[in-house]
């Protein structure tokens, strides 16, 4: 069955540290994978998306993501972590007829 | 920009109450949903609409109806509201090429008491 596993339910980093949100999922064929974040209060906001070609994509707001098909893992990084990225992450595939299998989310929290 | 709107950020009903959470996109998407977020379980698909006047079920349908009448508007339809529904209600929608992409509203909390 398809899947999507987010490992850690929350991380905390400090401001200006690194960052690492992992990911793996479960799918037969070529997947096509996103991440999403969402805001305190707002809805999901698309931040990257792998469908084919380069492994490693970047996305809005200073993210990237590497997808790596031999450890079925498509993990978000970012360099500098902002206090504004405290938020809610999620990763999904698409799962094909219309459905999008999503994780059950990573929290971030920033202390300055 | 994409947007998608919901009638209420914050709604709270009594058990037993018939519940509507409107949903309206102003981009012309062809494909729309409702999603539940509880927290752990990340979003899971209640309905989806890939048409007017056309629907599907998600994987937890059980207990919701809805409705598209026009192509912009997605109502989902809680027939007989349960304190087992209390959550927050996510609507999204989607063009019907292959981009993906869901555009998400900021969401409906329902609390049922």
């Not at chain 1, 994509?57 to 972590?81: C, D, H, M, T, Y």
């Not at chain 2, 209420?8 to 494909?31: A, P």
Request: charged share 25%; hydrophobic share 30%.
């Amino acid at each position: 069955a398809q899947s999507v596993t987010q490992p850690d339910i929350h991380i905390t980093v400090s401001e200006g540290a690194s960052l690492e949100l992992r990911c793996n999922y479960s799918y037969g064929a070529t997947p096509y994978l996103f991440w999403y974040v969402q805001s305190p209060g707002q809805g999901l906001q698309l931040l990257l998306k792998y469908f084919s070609g380069d492994t490693l994509v970047q996305g809005i707001k200073g993210f990237e993501a590497e997808f790596k098909r031999s450890q079925s893992s498509f993990n978000l990084r970012k360099p500098s972590v902002h206090w504004s990225d405290a938020a809610e992450y999620f990763c999904a595939v698409e799962g094909g007829g219309f459905k999008t299998i999503f994780g059950a989310g990573t929290r971030l929290f920033v202390k300055a | 920009d994409v947007k998608v709107t919901q009638s209420s950020r914050y709604l709270v009903k009594r058990t037993g109450e018939k519940v509507f959470l409107e949903c309206v996109q102003d981009m012309d998407h062809e494909n729309m949903f409702w999603y539940r977020q509880d927290p752990g379980l990340g979003l899971r698909l209640i309905y989806f609409s890939y048409d007017v006047k056309m629907k599907e079920k998600g994987d937890i349908p059980e207990g919701y109806s809805v409705s598209r009448e026009k192509k912009e508007r997605f109502s989902l339809i809680l027939e007989s509201a349960s304190t087992n529904q209390t959550s927050m209600y996510l609507c999204a929608s989607r063009p019907g090429d292959s981009t993906y992409e869901q555009y998400f509203g900021p969401g409906t909390r329902l609390t049922v008491t």
